[in-house]
């Protein structure tokens, strides 16, 4: 007996909602020339734990349903790209101590991170999800989803939080966010 359509997990309320915050997700971090510093910080405030809350409420696919892996949008130089942006945004507040990490059991400094590279390590799988997701295929819809839930188990779940540790502390702490003019940007009036 086949199932109705649309009754798959992958079509499941869930689902959908994590797909819409995970588009929103990545359209923002594209667009993050469009926003001052300031204001952006703010933002990913708010996305984190949304997306966060999202994942965790995704449903588990029975079963990954094709043996090939599902493609990879997001190419090294599109990452490098979005990366390379985010720190121009970021600056000198990208970098925070990491205390997360496994290997600083074993370490005699503290170890850094990179906000900027968190938002781009998500940014990366929830592009290659959203874009595997839009393809419409029901075994590609399901590995997808699969895929995109492990790494956030395994991997960019993690990221997320600990990069939301981070913007606390620059939204809450005495950090001046505001973007300094830059000097070829200032127009000379006489």
Not at 77 to 96: P, T
Request: aromatic letters at 14%; a negative charge.
């Amino acid at each position: 007996m086949s199932k109705e359509p649309f009754s798959e997990v992958v079509y499941s309320k869930n689902v959908i909602e994590f797909a819409t915050v995970a588009n929103e997700y990545c359209s923002f971090i594209e667009a993050v020339d469009q926003f001052q510093r300031k204001d952006f910080i703010t933002r990913v405030q708010k996305l984190f734990p949304l997306l966060y809350l999202k994942a965790v409420l995704l449903p588990e696919p029975d079963i990954e349903m094709s043996d090939d892996v599902p493609e990879k949008f997001v190419s090294e130089e599109d990452y490098n790209f979005i990366l390379h942006k985010l720190e121009v945004k970021f600056g000198q507040f990208d970098a925070y101590h990491e205390v997360f990490d496994p290997s600083m059991q074993y370490s005699e400094v503290a170890l850094e991170a990179s906000i900027s590279e968190n938002i781009t390590d998500v940014y990366q799988d929830l592009k290659d999800f959203i874009l595997s997701y839009r393809i419409g295929t029901l075994e590609v819809m399901n590995d997808a989803l699969w895929e995109c839930r492990n790494n956030f188990e395994q991997y960019w779940g993690q990221r997320l939080v600990n990069g939301l540790r981070a913007i606390h502390n620059l939204v809450y702490g005495n950090s001046d966010l505001d973007e300094e003019e830059k000097e070829d940007d200032k127009i000379d009036i006489k």
